[in-house]
């Protein structure tokens, strides 16, 4: 009986008293990374639209790299306002996200763990004028994760009318 104490109960307890604690105490989070989205719907004669952009927190989506497209991941941190004067010291909160097409009047971007309370959808046509434009304010809902750790979220679409 000596032995079977020694080598199976003995460890048995030690194990749960080490697990049952940690379990009971730890809210380890999985590894930390995630994409938020932004949905652009369009309305109107959308076929003079060629591409769709997002601005937000002084940065410019990019479309999204061919699928196999070696190419690195643009960032742009010019002010939204080209004209506006640089404050010196003061840096563009950098935004970086990419735009993608879903189909002929949807488009998704998405916004690596961030949250832009406001933003400006433009439609443009394939020389890059802007048909249509509209500022936003977004509201966010969480899609996954956990209240705890956090997790990816949504906002509400931006409906843009080209005329």
Avoid at 117 to 127: I, P, R, Y
Wanted: hydrophobic fraction near 45%; charge should be negative.
């Amino acid at each position: 009986m000596r032995r079977v104490w020694g080598l199976i109960v003995r460890p048995a307890v030690l194990m749960l008293a080490v697990c049952i604690p940690a379990a009971g105490c730890s809210t380890a989070c999985p590894a930390i990374g995630w994409v938020n989205s932004i949905t652009v719907e369009l309305a109107g004669d959308v076929s003079r639209v060629d591409t769709v952009r997002l601005c937000a927190d002084g940065a410019c989506s990019e479309l999204r790299p061919e699928p196999g497209t070696p190419a690195p991941r643009i960032v742009v941190t010019t002010p939204l306002d080209a004209t506006a004067p640089v404050t010196p010291n003061v840096q563009p909160t950098m935004a970086p996200f990419y735009a993608e097409r879903v189909d002929a009047d949807t488009w998704r971007f998405t916004v690596s763990m961030s949250s832009p309370d406001h933003v400006t959808a433009k439609a443009l046509s394939s020389t890059g004028a802007v048909i249509a434009e509209k500022e936003a304010d977004l509201d966010w809902k969480r899609v996954g994760g956990s209240a705890q750790c956090g997790g990816p979220a949504e906002a509400s679409p931006v409906l843009l009318t080209v005329p």
